[in-house]
Protein backbone atom coordinates (compact mmCIF):
# COMPACT_ATOMS: atom_id res chain seq x y z
CA UNK A 1 0.00 0.00 0.00
CA UNK A 2 1.49 3.47 -1.20
CA UNK A 3 0.19 6.82 0.22
CA UNK A 4 1.69 10.44 -0.57
CA UNK A 5 1.18 12.80 2.16
CA UNK A 6 1.02 16.46 0.55
CA UNK A 7 2.52 18.61 2.78
CA UNK A 8 0.59 22.21 2.61
CA UNK A 9 3.08 24.53 5.10
CA UNK A 10 0.81 27.04 7.43
CA UNK A 11 2.82 29.47 8.89
CA UNK A 12 0.01 31.97 10.37
CA UNK A 13 -3.95 31.57 10.83
CA UNK A 14 -6.29 34.15 10.98
CA UNK A 15 -10.24 34.90 11.00
CA UNK A 16 -11.63 35.53 7.68
CA UNK A 17 -14.90 35.87 5.54
CA UNK A 18 -13.74 32.74 3.55
CA UNK A 19 -11.99 29.62 4.66
CA UNK A 20 -9.18 29.64 2.62
CA UNK A 21 -5.08 29.65 2.31
CA UNK A 22 -3.41 32.69 0.66
CA UNK A 23 0.73 32.74 0.60
CA UNK A 24 0.48 30.06 3.72
CA UNK A 25 -1.50 31.99 6.06
CA UNK A 26 -4.80 30.23 6.52
CA UNK A 27 -8.39 31.53 7.05
CA UNK A 28 -11.03 30.29 8.92
CA UNK A 29 -14.53 31.62 8.54
CA UNK A 30 -15.44 31.78 12.26
CA UNK A 31 -19.51 31.60 11.59
CA UNK A 32 -19.03 28.89 9.44
CA UNK A 33 -17.78 26.60 11.68
CA UNK A 34 -19.82 27.39 14.07
CA UNK A 35 -22.95 26.68 12.45
CA UNK A 36 -21.22 23.46 11.48
CA UNK A 37 -21.28 22.67 14.93
CA UNK A 38 -24.41 23.56 16.33
CA UNK A 39 -25.78 21.30 13.62
CA UNK A 40 -25.92 18.19 16.70
CA UNK A 41 -28.50 18.81 18.90
CA UNK A 42 -26.84 18.19 21.86
CA UNK A 43 -24.55 20.89 21.34
CA UNK A 44 -25.73 24.14 23.37
CA UNK A 45 -23.21 26.69 22.60
CA UNK A 46 -20.25 26.92 20.64
CA UNK A 47 -17.41 29.12 20.28
CA UNK A 48 -13.89 29.72 18.23
CA UNK A 49 -10.54 31.28 19.18
CA UNK A 50 -6.45 30.91 17.87
CA UNK A 51 -3.90 30.36 19.40
CA UNK A 52 -0.41 30.54 17.98
CA UNK A 53 2.70 29.93 19.59
CA UNK A 54 4.54 32.30 21.47
CA UNK A 55 1.06 33.98 22.85
CA UNK A 56 0.42 34.22 26.53
CA UNK A 57 -2.59 31.92 26.32
CA UNK A 58 -3.56 28.82 28.21
CA UNK A 59 -6.14 26.69 26.74
CA UNK A 60 -7.80 24.06 28.40
CA UNK A 61 -9.37 21.20 29.85
CA UNK A 62 -7.63 20.45 26.30
CA UNK A 63 -10.26 17.37 25.05
CA UNK A 64 -8.49 16.01 22.04
CA UNK A 65 -6.51 17.85 18.80
CA UNK A 66 -6.59 16.85 15.19
CA UNK A 67 -4.81 17.77 12.13
CA UNK A 68 -6.79 18.99 9.21
CA UNK A 69 -6.35 16.63 5.71
CA UNK A 70 -8.43 15.53 3.33
CA UNK A 71 -8.00 12.75 0.73
CA UNK A 72 -8.00 13.92 -2.74
CA UNK A 73 -7.06 10.64 -4.34
CA UNK A 74 -7.24 7.09 -3.84
CA UNK A 75 -10.18 4.99 -1.73
CA UNK A 76 -12.06 6.03 1.13
CA UNK A 77 -11.92 9.30 3.18
CA UNK A 78 -10.31 10.89 6.01
CA UNK A 79 -11.92 9.28 9.66
CA UNK A 80 -12.99 6.23 7.91
CA UNK A 81 -16.32 4.79 9.46
CA UNK A 82 -17.04 7.79 11.65
CA UNK A 83 -16.93 10.95 8.96
CA UNK A 84 -16.45 8.85 5.68
CA UNK A 85 -17.50 5.17 4.90
CA UNK A 86 -15.60 2.39 6.00
CA UNK A 87 -13.17 1.84 2.85
CA UNK A 88 -9.71 0.96 3.39
CA UNK A 89 -8.12 3.81 3.96
CA UNK A 90 -4.34 4.61 3.33
CA UNK A 91 -3.31 4.12 0.00
CA UNK A 92 -3.56 7.19 -2.78
CA UNK A 93 -3.22 11.33 -1.84
CA UNK A 94 -3.84 13.05 1.24
CA UNK A 95 -3.13 16.60 1.65
CA UNK A 96 -2.11 17.70 5.22
CA UNK A 97 -2.33 21.17 6.19
CA UNK A 98 0.91 21.10 8.07
CA UNK A 99 1.51 23.37 10.88
CA UNK A 100 -2.01 23.49 12.20
CA UNK A 101 -4.57 22.16 14.55
CA UNK A 102 -7.97 21.49 15.66
CA UNK A 103 -8.22 21.62 19.76
CA UNK A 104 -11.48 21.16 21.28
CA UNK A 105 -12.57 22.51 24.91
CA UNK A 106 -15.41 23.85 27.28
CA UNK A 107 -16.86 22.06 29.93
CA UNK A 108 -15.00 19.40 31.08
CA UNK A 109 -15.64 15.26 29.80
CA UNK A 110 -13.36 13.33 32.52
CA UNK A 111 -11.33 14.31 35.01
CA UNK A 112 -8.08 13.41 32.74
CA UNK A 113 -7.81 16.11 30.58
CA UNK A 114 -5.42 18.71 29.77
CA UNK A 115 -3.58 22.14 29.56
CA UNK A 116 -1.62 23.26 26.67
CA UNK A 117 -0.24 26.75 27.36
CA UNK A 118 1.26 28.77 24.19
CA UNK A 119 4.33 30.19 26.00
CA UNK A 120 5.98 30.08 29.52
CA UNK A 121 7.55 26.98 30.96
CA UNK A 122 4.89 24.62 30.16
CA UNK A 123 5.02 25.70 26.29
CA UNK A 124 8.57 23.15 26.72
CA UNK A 125 6.14 20.38 27.62
CA UNK A 126 3.51 20.01 24.73
CA UNK A 127 3.96 19.22 21.36
CA UNK A 128 0.75 21.42 20.79
CA UNK A 129 2.64 25.27 22.19
CA UNK A 130 4.31 24.83 18.36
CA UNK A 131 0.87 24.29 16.26
CA UNK A 132 -0.93 27.05 15.17
CA UNK A 133 -4.18 26.32 17.16
CA UNK A 134 -8.53 26.70 16.37
CA UNK A 135 -9.40 26.47 19.19
CA UNK A 136 -13.07 24.93 18.98
CA UNK A 137 -15.03 26.09 22.63
CA UNK A 138 -18.15 23.84 22.77
CA UNK A 139 -20.41 23.19 25.94
CA UNK A 140 -23.37 20.49 25.75
CA UNK A 141 -26.84 21.38 26.42
CA UNK A 142 -28.07 20.68 29.84
CA UNK A 143 -28.57 17.11 31.27
CA UNK A 144 -26.39 15.20 28.67
CA UNK A 145 -24.63 11.91 29.93
CA UNK A 146 -20.76 11.71 29.68
CA UNK A 147 -20.33 9.44 27.22
CA UNK A 148 -22.82 11.72 24.83
CA UNK A 149 -20.87 14.86 25.50
CA UNK A 150 -17.41 13.00 25.08
CA UNK A 151 -19.31 11.51 21.52
CA UNK A 152 -20.45 15.49 20.80
CA UNK A 153 -17.90 17.13 21.25
CA UNK A 154 -15.17 14.48 19.78
CA UNK A 155 -17.18 14.30 16.17
CA UNK A 156 -17.11 18.14 16.53
CA UNK A 157 -13.69 18.42 16.52
CA UNK A 158 -13.74 15.67 13.59
CA UNK A 159 -15.92 17.61 11.78
CA UNK A 160 -14.53 20.83 12.23
CA UNK A 161 -11.34 19.85 10.83
CA UNK A 162 -12.32 17.63 8.05
CA UNK A 163 -14.27 21.12 7.12
CA UNK A 164 -10.97 23.25 7.64
CA UNK A 165 -9.32 20.85 5.31
CA UNK A 166 -11.03 21.63 2.71
CA UNK A 167 -9.13 24.44 2.02
CA UNK A 168 -5.54 22.56 0.93
CA UNK A 169 -7.64 20.17 -1.45
CA UNK A 170 -6.75 21.59 -4.97
CA UNK A 171 -3.62 23.54 -3.76
CA UNK A 172 -0.41 22.23 -4.88
CA UNK A 173 1.72 20.78 -1.80
CA UNK A 174 4.85 22.40 -0.37
CA UNK A 175 6.65 19.11 0.21
CA UNK A 176 5.51 15.29 -0.72
CA UNK A 177 6.66 12.77 2.06
CA UNK A 178 5.95 9.26 0.64
CA UNK A 179 5.35 5.99 2.68
CA UNK A 180 5.12 2.48 1.01
CA UNK A 181 4.65 -1.16 2.51
CA UNK A 182 4.35 -4.21 0.10
CA UNK A 183 2.72 -7.45 0.93
CA UNK A 184 3.80 -9.54 3.20
CA UNK A 185 5.51 -11.71 0.94
CA UNK A 186 6.69 -10.01 -2.07
CA UNK A 187 7.88 -7.66 0.97
CA UNK A 188 9.85 -10.68 2.40
CA UNK A 189 11.36 -11.28 -0.98
CA UNK A 190 12.36 -7.81 -1.87
CA UNK A 191 14.25 -7.19 1.81
CA UNK A 192 15.17 -10.95 2.51
CA UNK A 193 18.84 -9.77 4.17
CA UNK A 194 16.97 -7.25 6.59
CA UNK A 195 15.16 -7.91 9.77
CA UNK A 196 11.42 -8.02 9.78
CA UNK A 197 10.15 -5.97 12.32
CA UNK A 198 6.85 -4.76 13.14
CA UNK A 199 5.44 -2.00 15.30
CA UNK A 200 2.29 -3.54 18.24
CA UNK A 201 0.37 -0.35 19.33
CA UNK A 202 -2.00 -0.49 22.05
CA UNK A 203 -5.32 1.45 22.58
CA UNK A 204 -6.25 2.79 25.37
CA UNK A 205 -10.00 0.82 25.50
CA UNK A 206 -10.20 0.64 29.32
CA UNK A 207 -13.78 1.61 29.77
CA UNK A 208 -15.76 4.01 30.13
CA UNK A 209 -14.51 7.42 28.45
CA UNK A 210 -11.11 5.54 28.23
CA UNK A 211 -11.94 4.70 24.30
CA UNK A 212 -10.06 4.36 21.04
CA UNK A 213 -12.20 3.90 17.67
CA UNK A 214 -10.87 2.06 14.89
CA UNK A 215 -12.54 2.52 11.45
CA UNK A 216 -15.25 3.10 13.84
CA UNK A 217 -15.49 0.58 16.29
CA UNK A 218 -14.71 0.85 19.58
CA UNK A 219 -11.19 -0.92 20.31
CA UNK A 220 -12.81 -2.70 23.09
CA UNK A 221 -14.47 -5.09 20.51
CA UNK A 222 -11.34 -6.02 18.65
CA UNK A 223 -9.13 -8.64 19.00
CA UNK A 224 -5.60 -7.99 18.15
CA UNK A 225 -5.63 -7.76 14.61
CA UNK A 226 -3.28 -6.32 11.39
CA UNK A 227 -3.04 -2.69 9.72
CA UNK A 228 -0.69 -1.11 7.25
CA UNK A 229 0.84 1.51 8.91
CA UNK A 230 -0.56 4.42 6.13
CA UNK A 231 -4.59 3.67 7.28
CA UNK A 232 -3.20 5.44 10.54
CA UNK A 233 -2.30 8.50 8.89
CA UNK A 234 -6.16 8.63 6.96
CA UNK A 235 -7.81 8.78 10.46
CA UNK A 236 -8.40 5.05 10.50
CA UNK A 237 -7.62 5.42 14.49
CA UNK A 238 -9.09 8.18 16.56
CA UNK A 239 -9.32 9.46 19.94
CA UNK A 240 -11.95 9.02 22.16
CA UNK A 241 -10.46 8.66 25.46
CA UNK A 242 -10.17 10.60 28.44
CA UNK A 243 -6.71 9.12 29.86
CA UNK A 244 -4.09 11.18 31.74
CA UNK A 245 -2.83 13.88 29.35
CA UNK A 246 0.00 13.72 29.32
CA UNK A 247 0.41 10.00 27.58
CA UNK A 248 -2.88 10.35 26.29
CA UNK A 249 -2.54 9.95 22.08
CA UNK A 250 -4.78 12.81 20.87
CA UNK A 251 -5.90 12.01 17.28
CA UNK A 252 -3.08 14.22 15.94
CA UNK A 253 -0.73 11.93 17.56
CA UNK A 254 -2.23 8.96 15.90
CA UNK A 255 -2.39 10.63 12.65
CA UNK A 256 1.62 11.44 13.25
CA UNK A 257 2.70 8.38 14.63
CA UNK A 258 6.00 8.88 15.35
CA UNK A 259 7.08 5.07 15.96
CA UNK A 260 5.33 4.54 12.42
CA UNK A 261 7.60 7.54 10.86
CA UNK A 262 10.42 6.61 12.37
CA UNK A 263 10.59 3.00 11.26
CA UNK A 264 9.55 3.87 7.92
CA UNK A 265 12.84 6.02 7.73
CA UNK A 266 14.57 2.91 8.44
CA UNK A 267 12.55 0.49 6.12
CA UNK A 268 14.77 -0.88 3.42
CA UNK A 269 17.90 0.43 4.60
CA UNK A 270 18.74 -1.94 8.07
CA UNK A 271 15.18 -3.42 8.55
CA UNK A 272 12.21 -4.18 6.94
CA UNK A 273 9.18 -2.42 8.38
CA UNK A 274 6.30 -5.23 7.60
CA UNK A 275 3.54 -3.45 9.12
CA UNK A 276 1.84 -2.62 12.74
CA UNK A 277 -0.35 -5.19 14.94
CA UNK A 278 -2.84 -3.18 16.62
CA UNK A 279 -4.03 -4.78 19.99
CA UNK A 280 -6.06 -2.80 23.05
CA UNK A 281 -5.85 -2.86 27.10
CA UNK A 282 -8.13 -4.09 29.31
CA UNK A 283 -9.69 -4.26 32.70
CA UNK A 284 -10.18 -7.71 33.42
CA UNK A 285 -7.54 -10.52 33.32
CA UNK A 286 -9.22 -13.00 30.58
CA UNK A 287 -8.98 -9.99 28.38
CA UNK A 288 -5.57 -9.39 28.91
CA UNK A 289 -4.74 -12.98 28.55
CA UNK A 290 -6.62 -13.26 25.51
CA UNK A 291 -5.43 -9.77 23.70
CA UNK A 292 -1.83 -10.78 24.77
CA UNK A 293 -1.97 -13.61 23.57
CA UNK A 294 -3.07 -13.00 20.66
CA UNK A 295 -0.26 -10.36 19.89
CA UNK A 296 2.18 -12.59 20.32
CA UNK A 297 0.56 -15.29 17.79
CA UNK A 298 0.44 -12.78 15.24
CA UNK A 299 4.38 -11.34 15.67
CA UNK A 300 5.52 -15.43 15.50
CA UNK A 301 2.86 -16.09 12.67
CA UNK A 302 4.44 -12.88 10.79
CA UNK A 303 8.27 -14.82 11.51
CA UNK A 304 9.07 -11.50 13.12
CA UNK A 305 12.35 -10.63 14.07
CA UNK A 306 11.41 -8.13 16.46
CA UNK A 307 8.77 -5.15 17.60
CA UNK A 308 8.58 -2.44 18.94
CA UNK A 309 5.34 -1.96 21.23
CA UNK A 310 4.06 1.36 22.62
CA UNK A 311 1.58 1.90 25.53
CA UNK A 312 -0.98 4.21 26.20
CA UNK A 313 -2.01 5.17 29.66
CA UNK A 314 -0.30 3.96 33.01
CA UNK A 315 -0.92 2.23 36.21
CA UNK A 316 -3.53 -0.99 34.86
CA UNK A 317 -1.92 -0.79 31.25
CA UNK A 318 1.32 -1.41 32.17
CA UNK A 319 0.25 -5.15 33.22
CA UNK A 320 -0.81 -5.62 29.30
CA UNK A 321 2.55 -4.04 28.65
CA UNK A 322 4.45 -6.22 30.47
CA UNK A 323 2.32 -9.63 29.40
CA UNK A 324 2.76 -8.01 25.82
CA UNK A 325 6.63 -7.80 26.11
CA UNK A 326 7.43 -11.33 28.06
CA UNK A 327 4.80 -13.41 25.34
CA UNK A 328 6.51 -11.92 22.24
CA UNK A 329 10.16 -12.07 23.71
CA UNK A 330 8.75 -15.80 24.92
CA UNK A 331 8.45 -16.58 20.84
CA UNK A 332 11.79 -15.67 20.18
CA UNK A 333 11.09 -12.19 19.04
CA UNK A 334 13.38 -9.19 20.65
CA UNK A 335 11.59 -6.66 21.86
CA UNK A 336 11.60 -2.90 22.87
CA UNK A 337 9.03 -1.06 24.70
CA UNK A 338 8.42 2.30 24.93
CA UNK A 339 5.96 3.89 28.35
CA UNK A 340 6.57 6.55 30.63
CA UNK A 341 6.64 6.77 34.66
CA UNK A 342 5.07 7.16 37.58
CA UNK A 343 7.70 7.16 39.98
CA UNK A 344 6.53 10.02 42.41
CA UNK A 345 7.55 13.85 42.45
CA UNK A 346 10.82 12.71 43.85
CA UNK A 347 11.17 10.26 41.43
CA UNK A 348 12.34 7.99 43.85
CA UNK A 349 9.16 5.29 43.31
CA UNK A 350 8.73 2.38 41.57
CA UNK A 351 8.01 2.91 37.89
CA UNK A 352 5.78 0.66 36.56
CA UNK A 353 2.80 -0.53 38.16
CA UNK A 354 4.52 -4.62 36.89
CA UNK A 355 7.72 -5.56 35.70
CA UNK A 356 9.28 -8.49 34.24
CA UNK A 357 13.03 -9.03 33.45
CA UNK A 358 12.11 -9.90 29.59
CA UNK A 359 11.47 -6.08 29.55
CA UNK A 360 15.34 -5.27 29.64
CA UNK A 361 14.86 -2.72 26.78
CA UNK A 362 12.95 0.15 27.52
CA UNK A 363 12.26 3.66 26.07
CA UNK A 364 10.49 6.25 28.81
CA UNK A 365 9.13 9.34 27.77
CA UNK A 366 9.60 10.58 31.46
CA UNK A 367 7.93 10.57 35.05
CA UNK A 368 4.77 11.95 35.26
CA UNK A 369 4.74 13.07 38.45
CA UNK A 370 7.51 15.57 38.26
CA UNK A 371 6.18 18.90 39.77
CA UNK A 372 5.75 22.22 37.63
CA UNK A 373 4.53 25.91 38.48
CA UNK A 374 2.83 27.14 35.24
CA UNK A 375 2.90 31.49 35.27
CA UNK A 376 -0.46 33.37 34.77
CA UNK A 377 -1.73 33.65 31.20
CA UNK A 378 -3.12 37.02 30.23
CA UNK A 379 -5.70 34.64 28.78
CA UNK A 380 -7.40 31.68 29.02
CA UNK A 381 -9.57 29.68 26.59
CA UNK A 382 -11.56 27.68 28.12
CA UNK A 383 -11.70 27.33 31.92
CA UNK A 384 -9.47 26.93 34.62
CA UNK A 385 -12.19 25.87 37.55
CA UNK A 386 -11.17 22.67 36.47
CA UNK A 387 -7.74 22.39 37.06
CA UNK A 388 -7.96 20.97 41.01
CA UNK A 389 -9.70 18.36 39.65
CA UNK A 390 -7.91 16.79 36.83
CA UNK A 391 -5.41 14.01 36.81
CA UNK A 392 -2.23 15.56 38.21
CA UNK A 393 -3.89 18.63 39.94
CA UNK A 394 -4.52 18.66 43.48
CA UNK A 395 -6.44 20.86 45.80
CA UNK A 396 -5.26 24.71 45.64
CA UNK A 397 -3.57 24.05 42.16
CA UNK A 398 -4.41 26.62 40.79
CA UNK A 399 -3.88 29.57 42.74
CA UNK A 400 -5.00 33.18 43.80
CA UNK A 401 -2.95 35.26 41.08
CA UNK A 402 -3.78 32.86 38.11
CA UNK A 403 -0.52 30.78 38.45
CA UNK A 404 -1.07 26.69 38.45
CA UNK A 405 1.16 24.29 40.15
CA UNK A 406 0.39 20.66 39.01
CA UNK A 407 2.21 17.70 37.84
CA UNK A 408 3.18 17.45 34.32
CA UNK A 409 0.66 14.69 34.02
CA UNK A 410 -1.39 17.65 33.86
CA UNK A 411 0.04 19.00 30.71
CA UNK A 412 -1.52 17.40 26.98
CA UNK A 413 1.69 15.15 25.26
CA UNK A 414 4.05 16.08 28.42
CA UNK A 415 4.97 12.48 28.50
CA UNK A 416 3.85 10.79 25.18
CA UNK A 417 4.34 7.32 24.67
CA UNK A 418 4.69 7.11 20.83
CA UNK A 419 7.41 9.66 21.28
CA UNK A 420 5.57 12.77 20.11
CA UNK A 421 6.74 15.14 22.78
CA UNK A 422 9.44 16.95 24.33
CA UNK A 423 11.26 15.08 27.28
CA UNK A 424 14.84 13.42 26.76
CA UNK A 425 17.28 11.94 29.04
CA UNK A 426 21.19 12.91 28.71
CA UNK A 427 24.04 11.30 30.19
CA UNK A 428 26.84 12.88 32.06
Known sequence: MRLELGQILIKDVQFGN????????????????????????????ADVELARPGESVRITPVKDVVEPRVKVEGPGGIFPGILSKVDVVGSGRTHVLKGCAVMTTGKIVGFQEGIVDMSGPGAGYTPFSKTLNIVLKADPVEGLKQHDHEKALRYAGFKTAAYIAEAGRNMKPDEVEVYETLPLFEGAEKYKDLPKVAYVQMLQSQGLLHDTYVYGVDAKQIVPTLLYPTEVF?????????????????????????????????????????????????????DKERSSNWTAKLTKYLGLDGVIVSQEGFGNPDTDLIMNCKKIEKEGVKTVIITDE?????????????????????????????????????????DTQYVDVIAGGFDGSLREDGSIEVEIQAITGATNETGFGYLTARGK
Open 342 to 382: YAGRDGASQSLADADPAADAVVTGGNANEVIVLPKMDKVIG
Open 18 to 45: ETKIVDGTLFVNKEEIIKLVLEDEHIAS
Open 234 to 286: DGAIVSGNCVSSCDKNPTYVHMNNEVIKNLYAHHGKDINFVGMIITNENVYLA
